[in-house]
């Protein structure tokens, strides 16, 4: 009992009579003090006339409370100082109320007059604590006197206050719901706020309070969209997930016309043959009505909400980058969404926290718009630090992006990630490669090669992850892999994984017949293992044994009936069940019923090959960068995303009354501050676009959004949409709109002068307008372009067949600009057939000539592109001339031939807008003038196919017309010969091996048994040179895929009697796998 007083008497020490001691910690300490001597020291600080004592004391107080500690026993001594003078002593005490008020909530009422008081307060901060304390103290009978300070908060000058009024309200709603209508009140004055420290505040207030009174947004809603920039973080989360469902509910889809439009164009091209044949019938009619149906036109609220979030692509937080990510993928035109990809990879290099949750839903979108992420594939590229979690989402996401074009690219990442150490990764590896070979045929005999290979490895969760995934792949084409079938029985006696063995048993029962000989064996070994096998196992045996006795009774029938004899006492129900099942079925008995009789049918009923899907395909009715999408299931809170209104609702709830007064200056002071930001900016897109514009000039923002939107639309549809958008708000005056017309047409041909001519699908900007804009929109866009001046359209310069003019190079025409040395100044490729028979003797200097004047060689013969019938006239054909593409080797060289067979000529023959694949590039032929009637010419063009059979989609464009047409390279075409010797040759062929290399066993006709017809019809299927060889019955060709220059080997052993095996070794797989089937089907014809 002594010991408490000492301890006392000794801790006290040093401290002379009445004077407080601050030598000691109070978060230190203290296990064995009583209660009554807690904090003293602190306490007798806070009682002093001091402030200096009792700052320090709040001081410590506070840093206490940071450190987890536990300081409610000091409540009464710090509230005593709430009525301090002291501004730094009062706010530390509003923190440490604002932290105990409801923990303390009767000594908290005691001070009410305190905090009322407080809300009068000079300093803002003052103010702006005493309402967070009140709204702190969680008592129902204080409700009227909280919503009364709110109220005044609301009103306050300082906007600090006014944020805090905006929190209080959320927390005064869940202490009673009843006060909602004045609540929403409060909300829709601080709507009203201009300042973007309120901004974000109010609309979780609103979130939380009022989120179906939409009608509160509309007159905020552009203020709220030119705040967002200069709101803070917190904030720009919260009114972007509000603009998100406020869009989806007052915007019609931008998406909702494209597949219509899509329709009508190809209806207008095929029907154009027999338009002038026979008189329109009903469906032709009601097939002309269509487009008559009004266009999609986005309203200028939508774009300006997609203009306004755009720079925020680029914040430091990820949470504001997701945020905008799922804005732009929820309502943006799929032209445009494909910003957002650059901004997602970004965040990507962050914490493995953030890039779990980019991951997840980047594999979302990926399903839906793959070539969004297609360019950044290598991003996606796994790291051996990468958490487990991590790799199995950047799995997914490289499964999802798969495609014929980068399929060898993923499958080359695949082999390197099953030699990893971490065996759940390399089992998510095996089933993603199941994924690429279900999802893409072509390389599914490569695929399933692979995973054969990996049935001889030594870690056996990898031999039996591969043997689960064979199973399923063979479903797909048993009749083909017998040898496989056999293979997998003989790992019966090796692999004890029991889902391995199971998949196994299951698949020489489901194909015995394929396997006669091999299926009994496998029973019997699995009948004397039985009792000692896991349940699974067990089951596939029972069934295996009921297979075998319907198709091969005479070898299997005691076999079958001594697994029934051992399943029948099992100590596993289900078994037993099973095997009194099985044996009622399969063994004919006296009252056995008319299922006996169809036991085959049971058993051997042919099974659907399973579909390996993606577990992200259903995710994308969950809003993306939400909690419910994280976890796939719906969390508590969460609110639906709304689906697109059928019809548009009223754009003029959303315009504001502007003050007679305030219009002439406002507009004066718009005309001052945007004539040099037009002038300088007008026509790109992209990250250069302004969104800080200010909340007056809302009108001008709207009705210029889609002038400057990035979605690629003409300039004739944009004057359109800005007059009608004028038309309905009544803002401006004809003569303003003409004016600034006037000055944005200036300035677009200002901008479009210099810029001279380009590639035919260079800029990704005008493939991703191009596959966006409608017929009509393409019309009209050509339709301007014949207007424009001379350097704008792809005339040839004049020049004679001599040496060629020195060509001026100005530096406005940088993208127009390439070294002499590369590509010198050509002459027209346009020639006419009896010009090139003339000039066949003469050599010229300039590269561009040669591929018009040269035959096409041993390629493929002439293709139709463009029928006379079709063309009103024009006929076209294409040839690969297998000749290098002048300026660009990676090009594949295509001849074109026109011919005029029409009465009048044809001018202005050109490509018009290309809508092509990601990575696939045109570079046209330049325009031909005039055709005419009965003439016939040849121009040249290159295309960039990127290694894939994908076909190359545009338009030949005359003065009056526009024809789609595409051409569609043979995989011979997209190579190049390549000479090297015999040991070279054997060097890269090594390299080359494994899912590299693809075996095809044929027989050779005898028209195809000499030399000659052998490389002749080699060479005229693929363009390969011939590599020397020893053997005589041995052919060796090699070549380079011409876009990425992979290697392709191809090797023919002809044997006696006309047997033969092909044997081609490439990077590119699918090249490979396609290129046997060329060659094969070209030797046995």
Same mark, same amino acid.
């Given at each position: ?14 401290? +002379?009579?009445?004077? /407080? ?27 002093? @006339? ?19 500690? @536990? ?18 002593? #009062? %706010? ?51 409700? /009227? ?24 309200? /959320? ?55 030119? $705040? ?63 487009? &008559? ?10 774009? $300006?909400?997609?203009? @306004? ?13 997701? &945020?905008?990510?799922? !804005? ?13 990809? %650059? ?8 914490? *493995? ?17 793959? +070539? ?59 089933? &993603? ?22 049935? *001889? ?86 069934? !295996? ?56 049918? !049971?058993? $051997? ?20 960068? *939400? ?9 508590? +809170? ?203 003797? $003469? ?29 009103? +006239? ?6 690969? *001339? ?100 015999? @040991? ?19 027989? !050779? ?25 020893? &053997? ?44 046997? #089937? ?8």
């Amino acid at each position: 009992m002594s010991a408490a007083p000492a301890y006392s008497e000794d801790k006290a020490g040093s401290a +002379g009579p009445g004077e /407080p001691e601050y030598g000691h910690d109070p978060a230190s300490g203290g296990i064995f003090s009583s209660d009554y001597k807690r904090h003293d020291d602190l306490k007798e600080m806070l009682d002093t @006339n001091k402030d200096s004592l009792k700052l320090e004391a709040m001081k410590r107080i506070v840093a206490m409370i940071a450190r987890g500690k @536990n300081a409610s026993d000091l409540f009464p001594a710090v509230v005593k100082n709430v009525a301090c003078k002291n501004i730094e002593v #009062k %706010k530390l005490v509003y923190v440490y109320l604002v932290r105990y008020a409801e923990e303390q909530q009767d000594l908290a009422l005691l001070s009410i007059s305190t905090f009322q008081r407080g809300l009068k307060d000079p300093n803002q901060l003052i103010r702006a604590s005493a309402l967070r304390v009140l709204s702190s103290i969680r008592v129902p009978i204080i409700v /009227p006197i909280m919503m009364l300070a709110i109220k005044e908060a609301a009103s306050d000058m300082s906007p600090y206050v006014r944020k805090t009024a905006a929190h209080a309200i /959320p927390k005064l709603y869940s202490l009673d719901s009843d006060q909602k209508d004045q609540l929403i009140e409060v909300i829709e004055k601080l709507l009203a706020d201009k300042t973007t420290l309120v901004a974000g505040s109010v609309v979780m207030a609103f979130e939380e309070v009022c989120p179906e009174r939409i009608d509160l947004i509309h007159k905020n809603y552009r203020k709220l969209c030119n $705040l967002l920039i200069d709101v803070e973080e917190w904030g720009q989360v919260v009114i972007i997930s509000m603009l998100t469902r406020y869009a989806r509910t007052q915007f019609l889809s931008p998406t909702q016309n494209e597949s219509l439009l899509e329709d009508n164009a190809e209806k207008a091209f095929y029907g154009s043959e027999e338009d002038e044949a026979r008189a329109p019938g009903p469906e032709e009619a009601a097939a002309a009505a269509l487009p &008559a149906r009004k266009p999609y036109v986005m309203d200028p609220d939508h774009r $300006l909400l997609l203009r @306004n979030t755009k720079p925020l692509l680029q914040s430091r937080s990820a949470a504001v980058v997701m &945020a905008v990510a799922q !804005l732009y993928f929820h309502l943006a035109p799929k032209a445009e969404v494909g910003v957002i990809a %650059k901004a997602l990879v970004r965040l990507l290099r962050s914490h *493995s926290e953030v890039q779990y949750v980019v991951l997840q839903n980047v594999a979302t979108m990926s399903i839906k718009r793959r +070539g969004m992420f297609e360019p950044y594939l290598k991003s996606f590229y796994i790291r051996s630090t990468d958490p487990t979690q991590i790799k199995i989402l950047k799995l997914e996401v490289l499964t999802n992006l798969a495609n014929e074009t980068n399929i060898p690219t993923v499958l080359r990442e695949f082999q390197t990630y099953i030699r990893s150490m971490d065996k759940d990764f390399v089992a998510a590896t095996i089933q &993603a490669i199941g994924r690429c070979a279900t999802n893409i045929g072509r390389v599914r005999d490569t695929c399933l090669n692979g995973l054969v290979q990996l049935l *001889s490895n030594r870690d056996e969760l990898v031999v039996a992850e591969s043997v689960v995934v064979i199973k399923k792949l063979l479903q797909m084409q048993p009749a083909q892999h017998g040898e496989i079938i056999k293979h997998l029985a003989k790992l019966t006696d090796s692999i004890q994984v029991p889902m391995a063995r199971a998949s196994i048993l299951w698949l020489i029962g489901e194909y015995c017949e394929h396997v006669p000989r091999i299926a009994p064996d496998v029973l019997r070994k699995m009948a004397k293992s039985f009792t000692a096998e896991e349940d699974i196992v067990k089951l596939q045996v029972i069934n !295996l044994a009921a297979k075998l006795y319907l198709t091969n009774s005479k070898q299997t029938k005691l076999l079958t009936q001594y697994v029934l004899s051992l399943a029948k006492y099992d100590q596993n129900y289900d078994i037993r069940d099973r095997a009194r099942f099985t044996r009622q079925l399969i063994v004919p008995s006296e009252q056995g019923g008319a299922l006996s009789r169809h036991a085959k049918k !049971l058993f $051997l009923a042919p099974k659907p090959a399973p579909v390996l899907e993606s577990s992200f395909k259903d995710r994308d009715h969950f809003q993306l960068g *939400s909690l419910s999408h994280l976890l796939n299931a719906k969390a508590t +809170g969460y609110q639906e995303l709304p689906d697109w209104p059928e019809e548009a609702p009223d754009p003029s709830v959303r315009n504001v009354e502007v003050p007679e007064w305030t219009k002439c200056s406002n507009r004066e002071k718009r005309k001052e501050k945007e004539k040099p930001f037009y002038s300088d900016s007008e026509g790109e897109s992209g990250p250069t676009e302004s969104a800080d514009s200010d909340p007056e000039s809302e009108t001008e923002s709207d009705s210029k959004s889609s002038s400057e939107s990035s979605s690629g639309e003409s300039s004739s549809e944009s004057d359109h949409e800005e007059q009608e958008a004028d038309e309905e708000k009544g803002r401006s005056s004809e003569t303003e709109q003409s004016e600034e017309e006037g000055e944005r047409r200036k300035s677009k041909k200002r901008k479009k002068g210099p810029e001279g001519r380009g590639g035919g699908s260079s800029s990704e900007e005008d493939s991703d307008s191009s596959s966006s804009s409608s017929d009509s929109e393409g019309t009209s866009g050509s339709e301007e372009e014949r207007v424009e001046p001379a350097p704008w359209r792809r005339k040839t310069p004049p020049s004679s067949l001599g040496a060629p003019a020195a060509k001026e190079i100005s530096l406005l025409d940088l993208e127009d600009f390439t070294p002499p040395s590369l590509q010198p100044v050509s002459p027209p490729a346009v020639v006419s057939s009896s010009l090139a028979a003339d000039l066949e003797g $003469l050599t010229f200097t300039d590269s561009s000539l040669v591929p018009s004047l040269l035959s096409p060689g041993q390629g493929s013969g002439r293709q139709e592109l463009l029928h006379r019938v079709a063309g009103e +006239g024009l006929a076209v054909d294409y040839t690969f *001339s297998r000749q290098p593409f002048p300026g660009d080797p990676h090009m594949v060289s295509v001849q074109i031939h026109f011919s005029n067979s029409s009465d009048t000529p044809i001018k202005g023959l050109r490509v018009g807008a290309p809508k092509l694949p990601a990575g696939i590039s045109i570079q046209e032929f330049p325009e031909m003038e005039s055709l005419e009637p009965g003439e016939s010419a040849t121009a040249v063009m290159g295309i960039n196919f990127c290694d894939s059979t994908q076909a190359a989609n545009f338009q030949l464009c005359t003065q009056t017309r526009q024809f789609y047409v595409s051409i569609q390279p043979p995989v011979g075409e997209l190579m190049a010969p390549v000479f090297m010797s015999e @040991n070279e040759f054997k060097k890269e062929q090594g390299q080359l091996t494994g899912m590299n290399e693809i075996t095809e066993k044929l027989t !050779l006709p005898d028209t195809c048994r000499s030399d000659h017809a052998v490389v002749q019809k080699v060479t005229a299927t693929a363009n390969l040179g011939r590599v020397p060889c020893g &053997a005589s019955d041995e052919y060796r060709f090699a070549g380079r895929t011409l876009a990425s220059g992979s290697l392709v080997l191809l090797t023919l052993d002809a044997r006696p009697a006309g047997a033969a095996q092909l044997t081609v070794n490439s990077e590119k797989m699918v090249i490979g796998t396609m290129l046997v #089937k060329d060659v094969v089907q070209a030797l046995t014809l």
